[in-house]
């Protein structure tokens, strides 16, 4: 690792569909921290949550589609070609294997944050990168005795500090917490509503072009 290497970010998440809260929360880590890259890294199965509701390509398209015209962020699909649920500790040692000391940042949001203890293998997440939480302590769920302990043992409060080496810190920073989620657009478009603004033009005309989203049509039966 050079002296003062800039810190990779990685966002992780099914992005079902990628939206403007996703793409604000990386814009203002990435220049707040002055990270090298943001990485959006796709899941192929969630091991918290149901299947999504697109396919991994899909989502996969549209999450290109949203990071196009920004300088920083990047697709990484590493994910959608492992089988079985995706696990971050997984992802987070095929990366490190490939930027050696390069000091790795995950973003989190505070809720998932506080379920970090019901991650597999989630000891070894602070081994592998700094954890990133966006937002403030007080500002989503208390955490428990574990992960207290954890903050008191590697919180850091200069953003410098995520240059010194590659992992194990632990950095809460504000940003700005957009109300939108990925349910609330698919529940919009399934009910033939417009979720415009909420996620970039370029990912919603696409999903207009694919029809993804829409109720299922009616069987014969229904008919």
Known sequence: MTPDARPIGI????????HHGHLRIALEVLEALELAEVRFIPCRLPSH????????????TLLQLAVADQP?????DRELHRDGPSYMVDTLASLRTEVG???LCLLLGMDAFAGLTTWRHWQEIPELAHLVVTNRPDAGPPLSNTLNELVEQREIRQPEALRECPAGGILFQPVTQLSISATRIRHLLAQGRSPRYLLPEAVLNCIREQGLYRPPLPTACEE
């Open 11 to 18: 966002l992780g998440g099914t992005f079902d569909p990628v």
């Open 49 to 60: 949550r149901g299947q999504p509701v697109a396919t991994p390509e899909q989502r996969l």
């Open 72 to 76: 920083g962020f990047l697709v990484d």
């Open 101 to 103: 000391a390069t000091p």
